[in-house]
């Protein structure tokens, strides 16, 4: 299947500071990728919708300026966590599909972010 | 998109076939009916999709009834590494979000 990769796998920083975690999609085209949350022992959570070339679409309670996202690129999506608090260290997840196989969507392996 | 229960947990011996039922009585016409697993600190992982008729392919079987209320996913022979959390989930288009529910976790035992 189609291959979704997530870069850093794992991610400490300090309260305080931003990190940013890159989606990319390896062996196709992406025109919409979804950023997901996923607390300990928790379903996964959608965040976000990303497009390329467009605003990101935030569900609700998700603030979008804390959780700024760009898709700059069919392959590429980034999701930056500013100003980082403890209580946002969770599993962050990324999926995708290919345009030429919509009815199929691909998850990255996600991000361990840990805020001390 | 249609809400779908599962059951919380199930147990199957290795080498026998695992089969996960999965209800969505609300289910619109022209929504599908995905499965996805995930492995313990891995992203979830596409199994397979359907909308009317049953379905196999190299991992497991989905088995739809006639009037689209349910679902059983069928792992033929299930082996230790299919032990993971078993999501269904309805969705009405290509390209849209997924919500996840609380799914099925699945042990297989030897």
């Known amino acids: 299947g189609a291959v979704v990769s997530q870069h850093p796998s794992r991610v400490i920083c300090k309260s305080g500071t931003s990190v940013k975690i890159e989606c990319r999609s390896l062996?196709?085209?992406?025109?919409?990728m979804f950023w997901y949350r996923q607390f300990p022992k928790q379903s996964l959570m959608l965040m976000a919708t990303?497009?390329?070339?467009?605003?990101?679409?935030?569900e609700q309670g998700v603030e979008k300026d804390k959780f700024l996202i760009n898709h700059a690129s069919l392959t590429l999506s980034t999701l930056t966590v500013t100003s980082a608090h403890p209580e946002d260290s969770s599993f962050y997840i990324c999926?995708?599909?290919?345009?030429?196989?919509?009815?199929?969507?691909?998850f990255g392996p996600g991000t361990r972010l840990t805020v001390t | 998109d249609a809400k779908t229960t599962q059951p919380t947990s199930m147990d199957c011996a290795e080498g026998r076939a695992a089969n996960l039922p999965c209800n969505h009585s609300?289910?619109?016409?022209?929504?599908?009916v995905y499965w996805y697993r995930q492995i313990h600190s891995q992203g979830p992982q596409y199994i397979i999709h359907?909308?009317?008729n049953n379905e196999t392919n190299e991992m497991a079987s989905l088995i739809i009834t006639e009037d689209r209320k349910s679902s059983t996913l069928i792992l033929p022979h299930a082996t230790l590494r299919d032990t993971a959390v078993y999501y269904c989930?309805?969705?009405?288009?290509?390209?849209?979000?997924?919500?996840f529910g609380k799914g099925t976790t699945l042990s297989v035992s030897s």
């Open positions: 989930i309805a969705a009405n288009q290509a390209g849209t979000a997924l919500i």
């Open positions: 062996d196709f085209q992406a025109t919409t």
């Open positions: 990303s497009n390329e070339g467009s605003k990101a679409t935030y």
């Open positions: 609300t289910i619109s016409g022209n929504e599908y």
């Open positions: 999926s995708a599909s290919p345009a030429t196989s919509a009815y199929e969507q691909y």
């Open positions: 359907g909308l009317k």
